[in-house]
């Protein structure tokens, strides 16, 4: 039986070898022009609301409690920490503002929050956002996650929290615009739609329910606003058109009749003659990529991704043009990109590439001292980064399938999230209105097609077929990391938005989005 085992792994090895050999390399996507997209020319936003500027200076004290009230606030999605009090801070702070209808929605996991300003205007702006959080480990903070301080940094005053810059420093910023237009005018010059859900940062498994709920009133939005703060250390202004998609899931694998311990660790002195689930694991993970982990060898993965459009590809001339490499190794933490790469190659390869990440793997003893056993269970958790064109769903399908085929039918696999890339036109109404906005306040604008990164945006651009543009000024820095900061005063001769022209632009954006 042993000898059969071992023929029945040397066949599936090969049958790996011959997968790899049969085109597994990364797809090479050219630019084809040498155009590029130039947002000088859309004239900056002219429109002069000096009285409610005035009412932000006046008011900055308060509205910087605001931002503080929101991130002392825990909400921390993957532990259910603090979930239900953000929830209802939400829907509490949209009632005083002057939203008629403020309510939580039911979604089977985290609640959504709704809410409708009724301003009496043609024109209605959908407002997406997140208010759950990302889990810390205190010990790794200079200033505790959840205390909110102002703390002094070398751009200046900044809030130090979880959720400073994702996403609740932003968001709140843009709640803060709209009470000084309120105040001001008696009204905002447009309706406004809010559909907030707490469960982002979990791969928004259940964001489809808040949208079934209220499907039908919001395909009468004239556009989507996610709030954010896009703007780097040396006051440059980053404009984003889209996202990722993402496929995020569990692998395990645990002893059972193909061998290893079933039922609980056992004496590491068993290994001589028992199979170790840890290290079947560590090989299922390895048999998906080639041995530097950057290409997916899975048949067809690459299979669908649409190559870079004719606009797109004018963005991606005007961003390389921008880009210094420096700063974006220095925002990733690292010395090199894969294979050097830079400038618009290295942007191609970030938007156009599906990515395959271990995030987490984990299994037997990890504790202080020595403790040897053979463990019975090894799981990891993994994402997939997914281009415009790559189903979610499909993917996970292509994964069982290289892993059946491999040997590893054993492998547990379990779809915690995913959904897919979402995309908007630079030349969609919404987005000439931000970059009009952004041509007031900033001197240096760089526009990419998409990010690295992923949010559920699919479910307005594809399914409601509304443009979406994330946008606001300011920076912020540390999302998933300790030491999270969002940026609300800075030192003389820092070129960034602090929070009172940070909010000035959302009630320029307000206004330019009504057509005054």
Do not use: C
């Amino acid at each position: 039986m042993r000898r059969t085992l071992k023929y029945v792994s040397l066949l599936a090895w090969l049958l790996m070898i011959v997968q790899t050999a049969a085109g597994q390399d990364r797809p090479s996507f050219s630019i084809g022009t040498d155009e590029a997209y130039d947002p000088s020319v859309v004239p900056a936003y002219a429109g002069d609301h000096q009285d409610v500027y005035s009412h932000i200076d006046g008011s900055i004290d308060q509205h910087i409690r605001a931002l503080q009230r929101w991130m002392r606030q825990p909400s921390i999605s993957a532990q259910n920490v603090g979930i239900h009090e953000m929830a209802d801070m939400l829907r509490d702070d949209l009632r005083k503002i002057g939203f008629q209808e403020s309510e939580l929605v039911a979604t089977g996991g985290h609640p959504g929050v709704w809410g409708y300003y009724d301003a009496g205007a043609e024109r209605t702006l959908l407002v997406y956002m997140m208010y759950d959080v990302q889990p810390v480990n205190p010990e790794d903070w200079e200033s505790p996650p959840f205390e909110a301080e102002l703390v002094e940094n070398e751009l200046g005053r900044v809030i130090m929290a979880r959720g400073a810059t994702n996403q609740k420093g932003p968001e709140r910023a843009f709640l803060n615009a709209l009470e000084s237009i309120i105040a001001v005018e008696g009204k905002l010059p447009l309706n406004v739609m809010i559909a907030a859900e707490g469960e982002e940062e979990l791969g928004s498994p259940n964001y489809a329910r808040i949208v079934d709920a209220y499907e039908d009133r919001m395909r009468k939005a004239d556009g989507v606003l996610f709030p954010m703060s896009v703007q780097s250390p040396d006051g440059g202004t980053n404009m984003l058109l889209g996202v990722k998609g993402i496929l995020y899931f569990e692998m395990e694998a645990r002893g059972g009749p193909w061998g290893g311990p079933q039922t609980a660790e056992i004496h590491g002195s068993w290994k001589a003659v028992v199979d170790s689930p840890t290290l079947r694991l560590v090989q299922a993970l390895a048999s998906l990529t080639t041995a530097d982990g950057n290409t997916i060898r899975v048949p067809a993965y690459y299979d669908g991704i649409r190559p870079p459009t004719e606009e797109e590809q004018q963005l991606i001339n005007g961003a390389a043009a921008q880009r210094d490499e420096r700063q974006a190794r220095k925002a990733a933490g690292v010395e090199r990109f894969i294979d050097d790469l830079e400038g618009r190659d290295a942007i191609v390869e970030m938007l156009y590439m599906p990515t395959l990440n271990i995030n987490g793997i984990w299994s037997g003893y990890t504790g202080e001292g020595v403790k040897t056993i053979l463990p019975h269970i090894a799981t990891a958790k993994v994402d997939s980064r997914l281009p415009v064109g790559l189903d979610p769903d499909r993917a996970l399908e292509k994964i069982r399938a290289h892993l059946d085929a491999n040997g590893f039918a054993d492998i547990v696999i379990r779809k915690l999230s995913g959904y897919p890339a979402a995309q908007t036109s630079v030349h969609s109404e919404l987005a000439q209105a931000v970059i009009s906005v952004y041509n007031k306040y900033s001197q240096e604008l760089s526009i990419q097609p998409r990010i690295g990164g992923s949010a559920p945006f699919y479910q307005f651009t594809e399914r409601l077929g509304l443009p979406l543009v994330p946008a606001g000024l300011g920076y912020g820095r540390g999302a998933h990391a300790p030491n999270e900061i969002y940026l609300v005063e800075p030192a003389p001769g820092v070129p960034i938005a602090g929070l009172a022209e940070i909010e000035k632009a959302y009630v320029d954006l307000l206004f330019a989005l009504a057509g005054q």
